[in-house]
């Protein structure tokens, strides 16, 4: 069977995106992956360095999605399909190219996790994030913004002049453009995975690449790797070097052996090759190994402890074996970011497939022989030489030209193809994927002027690259321009200039809240929550006169709201809190996360009874995020009774 790529559908239960969240994202991450500078002193000097490298501010430019539920309905999906006699690999293009699936035809085996449903979740730096099957995590600390976002993806002639998939697309948090090949040599048991970074800028740019893999959890299964040591990662926030595999009275190499959910980047030394398995109790399962520059190896394991267990159980649907996560980076952690020089690239060849292994020797105690006998095996299967001359053979196809187009991804590419004259030969982002939101950029890149928006409508996405913020800083000063100076200026981290941007606009804006709500997240930061409350009170009254029916607006309101009652009692008026609660539409304050809100009024509001209520009632919080412990924090000011368990998402020790 020659290998071949094709379109196919899959059908899930799968819960909406929703809509975009219209507000930027001004916060600081609430990412978990950070360490603090008397953290970083007691580290290896290179780690420490790029650990302290470039950290994002915010996620500007994306917006972060937070509109989707838990109610999931069959839903079709576009997959493209790769496939030979030996394997067949499912990508879901229209999800950040994720591998849904990948295949073993000889044995029957599923290589990987394969989740059952499609439930959206805020584990990704903008939000929306799903669990199983291959990601690839680019951009900055953390899964990558484009977990739920389209890829473009077309068919390209592979080095042995079969078919091959590419996915490309821009990534705007670094504004690097990077592709990812699916090749499949005929008769071949490994995929191949061909992937580039590009940095077309004249400047240095930090970037971050981690292939995470979703694998089953098998009760004896192990995660093997050439390494004696590991840096250990929990949601305490702090890093340290471990031995490998036994650490604490546990071997920590079988992921259900710790209670809490933790990170192992492995210590592989220098010259080894790269590689790393799951393995389950009879010594079959995935490898997965790749040319040195790709040199972190990582385990991330959910552990067995109950909060561990909830959030698989909150990923998926009721009785699903659980995962957990092997991984491939380009640091030893994924606390890094890397320098990528200018007009350099990083390119690397990944190989994913399966492994039979001797089970005695992989589950002995005897650590160098399990390593060993896994070495031999992936020797025999795929000698370290012949990734090297795939990679060989791949690179000069890197750069040949997309055939049939599969998928469209988005606009943004077209656009900074355009503004920066860039060839970027083996990518092409085409004018014709420029859309409803690039056009206002497009308008100021050929005119000088930012238009103005044809309906009423909340404002679009800023871009906030340098390029974008000198043009904005040029154009005429019309309120929203201001607007969208503002918010590059604060990303570019100049807060009193964005504060001066958005006073002015508010003079003769028509639309007021989009200013004041930026300008109450200024005063939340500076420390004056009285003023921040004011100037959110302001915004959701203007916004309750101006908004219209639609989708957008009742994503606005939601999102304005949700921020304004928050605000409204960290500064001790829950009258007012609950002012802004009363006028959200019925089905808004039924969500999750405004009951919980209208729970912690009503502490507020001193009747503790009724927000026990609520609690027994029970609710969901759909975009409850990764590592939150706001339910023990309501909870613990309820009641002296234990959590009850389905809101048990505690990561860590009391």
Known sequence: MATSVRRAVLTLPAAPLGQPNPLPPLRPLDEVHTLDDRARAELPRDMARQIGYEPLRTVLPVRVL??????????????????????????????????????????????????????????????????????????????TTLACAPVHAAVVTAPDGGEMLRLWEWEQLRDVP??????????????????????????????????????????????LVPAEEAWHFGYARTLRRVPVPHWEGADRTYPL???????????????????????????????????DLLRGRKLFLWGSGRGGRRWQQWLTEPGTPGYAEIQAGLARTQLEHVPLDAGAEFAWL????????????????????????????????LPREAVEEAYAAWRPCADTEPAESLATGSGWGALEVLRGGLKLPGTPFAESTL??????????????????????????????????????????????????????????GDRAQAVRSWERGLQLAPSRWPLLRCLAVADQLAGDPDRAADQY???????????????????????????????????????????????????????????LLDARLLLAEGDPAAARAIFDEGFEVADLREGAEILDEVWSR?????????????????
């Open 435 to 492: 859309g409803e939101e690039q056009a206002p950029w497009l308008e100021l890149l050929h005119t000088g002027v930012l238009p103005e928006p044809r309906r009423v409508t909340p404002p679009g996405p800023t871009l906030v690259a340098p390029h974008w913020r000198d043009m904005l800083e040029t154009a005429p000063a019309s309120p929203l321009t201001e607007y969208h100076l503002g918010v590059a200026q604060w990303h570019a």
């Open 178 to 223: 990077f592709q990812v090949d699916l090749w499949l040599p005929e008769d071949s048991d490994f995929l191949y995975v061909g992937v580039r970074l590009r940095n077309p800028h004249e400047r240095t740019v930090p970037v971050y690449w981690w292939s995470n893999i979703a694998v089953p959890e098998d009760e004896h299964g192990r995660v």
């Open 350 to 381: 990944e190989a994913y497939g399966p492994l039979a292994a001797d089970p005695s020797r992989v589950h002995g105690d005897d650590w160098a022989a399990a390593r060993t006998e896994v070495a031999d095996r992936l020797a025999a299967a």
């Open 537 to 595: 009170a302001e915004a959701f009254d203007d916004l309750c006169e101006e908004r219209r029916e639609g989708e957008h607006w009742t994503a606005a309101t939601a999102a304005l709201g949700r921020e304004a009652i928050t605000a409204l009692l960290a500064a001790g008026r829950p009258a007012d809190a609950r002012a802004v609660l009363d006028r959200l539409r019925p089905s808004v304050r039924a969500r999750g996360a405004f009951r």
């Open 257 to 291: 052996r710790s209670e809490y959910p933790a990170d192992y980047f492995y210590e592989v030394p220098d010259g080894a090759r790269r590689w790393i398995a799951a393995l389950d109790g009879t010594g079959r399962g995935l490898v997965q190994t790749s040319t």
């Open 66 to 143: 937070d509109g989707y539920g838990r109610e999931r309905t069959d839903t079709a999906l576009d997959t493209l399909v790769v496939e030979n006699e030996r394997l067949r690999v499912t990508v879901l293009p229209g999800l950040g190219g994720r591998i849904h699936s990948l295949f073993h035809k000889p044995t029957g085996r599923e290589l990987l996790y394969r989740n059952p449903v499609l439930q959206p979740a805020d584990f990704a730096l903008n939000g929306a994030w799903f669990s199983g099957g291959i990601e690839w995590n680019i951009g900055a600390t953390g899964h």
């Open 638 to 654: 309820l009641t002296d009774e234990p959590l009850p368990d389905r809101y048990a998402y505690r990561m860590r020790p009391q």
